[in-house]
């Protein structure tokens, strides 16, 4: 809204009559004149303060008292605006390979509708992101064929075990792995669908980002990396840097979740440079999680070395390099450290940096279930501080996070 100003001392409509003679002026026409110019003097005093919301700080000042000038502001001025709500920053939760059996091993009684039961309490936030580590598909697998005589492993639940991610509490899940593709082509379209019909995001597929609407209205977008070719490639850091600059122009806050890495308990340190296993690359991981920190990702979330690794913060950000095996019903090994986990809780500002974090540990049983317990937080602790020095995440006993 424009509000006009007309200057002191001109009139839009002044009477314009011509007067051949000067009258002469009485006493009293020019004390009424005279008054009439302190009047007019005095009004536009009380206007200067309604246009500019101020009052004049000084008593006795010319044009009437500055307490008059006040008030008439007071009374006539419109009322403030509402001041605009600060964008609400995020609760997000994370785990790490999840399995819900495959019908080589067995798959769980009652449909897998229990998997989640002991640790359903912890799934909880405005995002819950998961690793989908196999294919919601049927028939045969695409990758092992026949008579492998167990040196092949391909994973895969039915496509109606969507339904166990969804009551768990997940909104987003990963594909971006080595067993997501056991089905091959037809076996990923299998398991979008069904994300899609039960509401669930998904992120993984070559440029792909998934982006949720938090509660308190706040857009994140998520984008997942591993290291082959049916996924956003984890070996090819300028593209997953070029993946993070388009999701930074579709939400504020950016989330990288990356399956890389060695696997099993001799590698649970993060090694400087490239890592392969079995002879496959597996990605430079460091390198990874600090060029897309850098590129703007405000979390990276970690996991493919089927163990839990260290954490560091890089500009004012947290690294989770793994986290373990979260669920893998007779699928995973579950004895030592391949058996233990944990569920990453954090929050995060508007913009994306660290406000607080938590990790609460998790174990599987025999046949990899999942619950609470376990000694993950003291062991994130010693591998942070053992490979990333002083970028270390301090990890409480009670696996509080903070920032060096």
Same mark, same amino acid.
């Given at each position: 809204?424009?509000?006009?100003?007309?200057?002191?001392?001109t009139?839009?409509?002044?009477?314009?009559?011509?007067?051949?003679?000067?009258?002469?002026?009485?006493?009293?026409?020019?004390?009424n004149?005279?008054?009439?110019?302190?009047?007019?003097?005095?009004?536009?005093?009380?206007?200067?303060?309604?246009?500019s919301?101020?009052?004049?700080?000084?008593?006795?000042?010319?044009?009437?008292?500055?307490?008059?000038?006040?008030?008439?502001?007071?009374?006539?001025?419109?009322?403030?605006?509402?001041?605009?709500?600060a964008?609400?920053?995020?609760?997000?939760?994370?785990?790490?390979?999840?399995?819900?059996?495959?019908?080589?091993?067995?798959?769980?009684p009652?449909?897998?509708?229990?998997?989640?039961?002991?640790?359903?309490?912890?799934?909880?936030? +405005?995002?819950?992101?998961?690793?989908?580590?196999?294919?919601?598909?049927?028939?045969?697998?695409?990758?092992?064929?026949?008579?492998?005589?167990?040196?092949?492993?391909?994973?895969?639940?039915?496509?109606?075990?969507?339904?166990?991610? *969804?009551?768990?509490?997940?909104?987003?899940?990963n594909?971006?792995?080595?067993?997501?593709? +056991?089905?091959?082509?037809?076996? @990923?379209?299998?398991?979008?669908?069904?994300? &899609?019909?039960?509401?669930?995001?998904?992120?993984?597929?070559?440029?792909?980002?998934?982006?949720?609407?938090?509660p308190?209205?706040?857009?994140?977008?998520?984008?997942?990396?591993?290291?082959?070719?049916?996924?956003?490639?984890?070996?090819?850091?300028p593209?997953?840097?070029?993946?993070? *600059?388009?999701?930074?122009?579709?939400?504020?806050?950016?989330?990288?979740?990356?399956?890389?890495?060695?696997?099993?308990?001799?590698?649970?340190?993060?090694?400087?440079?490239?890592?392969?296993?079995?002879?496959?690359?597996?990605?430079?991981?460091?390198?990874?999680?600090?060029?897309?920190? &850098?590129?703007?990702?405000?979390?990276f @979330?970690?996991?493919?070395?089927?163990?839990?690794?260290?954490?560091?913060?890089? *500009?004012?950000?947290?690294?989770a390099?793994?986290?373990?095996?979260?669920l893998?019903? *007779?699928?995973?090994?579950?004895?030592?450290?391949?058996?233990?986990a944990?569920?990453?809780?954090?929050?995060?500002?508007?913009?994306?940096?660290?406000?607080?974090?938590?990790?609460?540990?998790?174990?599987?049983?025999g &046949?990899?279930?999942?619950?609470?317990?376990?000694?993950?937080?003291? &062991?994130?602790?010693?591998?942070?501080?053992? +490979?990333?020095?002083?970028?270390?995440a301090?990890?409480?006993?009670?696996?509080?996070?903070?920032?060096p």
């Amino acid at each position: 809204m424009r509000t006009n100003v007309i200057p002191v001392g001109t009139s839009r409509n002044r009477p314009t009559s011509p007067s051949p003679r000067r009258r002469p002026t009485s006493t009293r026409t020019t004390q009424n004149r005279a008054l009439a110019v302190m009047c007019a003097v005095a009004t536009l005093g009380i206007v200067a303060v309604i246009a500019s919301g101020r009052g004049d700080p000084r008593e006795g000042t010319p044009g009437g008292p500055a307490v008059e000038r006040v008030d008439a502001a007071a009374a006539v001025a419109p009322e403030p605006r509402a001041a605009t709500p600060a964008p609400a920053g995020i609760s997000l939760t994370a785990v790490g390979d999840t399995v819900m059996g495959t019908a080589e091993f067995g798959l769980p009684p009652a449909g897998g509708s229990t998997l989640f039961t002991n640790v359903r309490s912890l799934l909880t936030g +405005d995002v819950v992101l998961g690793n989908l580590e196999e294919a919601l598909a049927t028939g045969s697998s695409a990758k092992c064929g026949t008579g492998s005589g167990g040196t092949c492993f391909a994973f895969a639940s039915p496509p109606s075990y969507a339904r166990n991610l *969804k009551n768990a509490g997940f909104t987003v899940m990963n594909t971006a792995n080595n067993h997501a593709y +056991d089905w091959g082509g037809a076996g @990923v379209r299998s398991t979008i669908r069904a994300l &899609d019909s039960v509401g669930i995001l998904h992120t993984g597929r070559p440029g792909e980002i998934a982006v949720q609407t938090t509660p308190g209205g706040t857009k994140v977008a998520l984008i997942g990396l591993a290291p082959y070719s049916w996924a956003q490639n984890a070996l090819n850091i300028p593209g997953a840097i070029a993946l993070v *600059k388009t999701a930074e122009r579709l939400a504020p806050i950016v989330v990288v979740t990356a399956h890389v890495g060695a696997e099993g308990a001799a590698y649970r340190n993060v090694p400087q440079g490239s890592e392969t296993y079995l002879g496959e690359p597996r990605g430079q991981t460091r390198a990874l999680a600090r060029s897309v920190i &850098d590129a703007g990702a405000d979390l990276f @979330v970690g996991h493919g070395p089927h163990v839990m690794r260290g954490m560091e913060f890089r *500009k004012g950000r947290l690294i989770a390099y793994s986290l373990g095996n979260f669920l893998g019903y *007779k699928t995973f090994a579950t004895s030592g450290y391949s058996g233990m986990a944990g569920v990453l809780k954090v929050r995060l500002h508007s913009d994306g940096t660290f406000e607080s974090g938590r990790i609460v540990p998790t174990r599987m049983n025999g &046949d990899g279930i999942p619950s609470a317990g376990g000694s993950t937080a003291t &062991d994130v602790a010693r591998l942070s501080h053992h +490979d990333f020095g002083h970028s270390a995440a301090r990890v409480s006993s009670n696996g509080t996070i903070t920032a060096p």
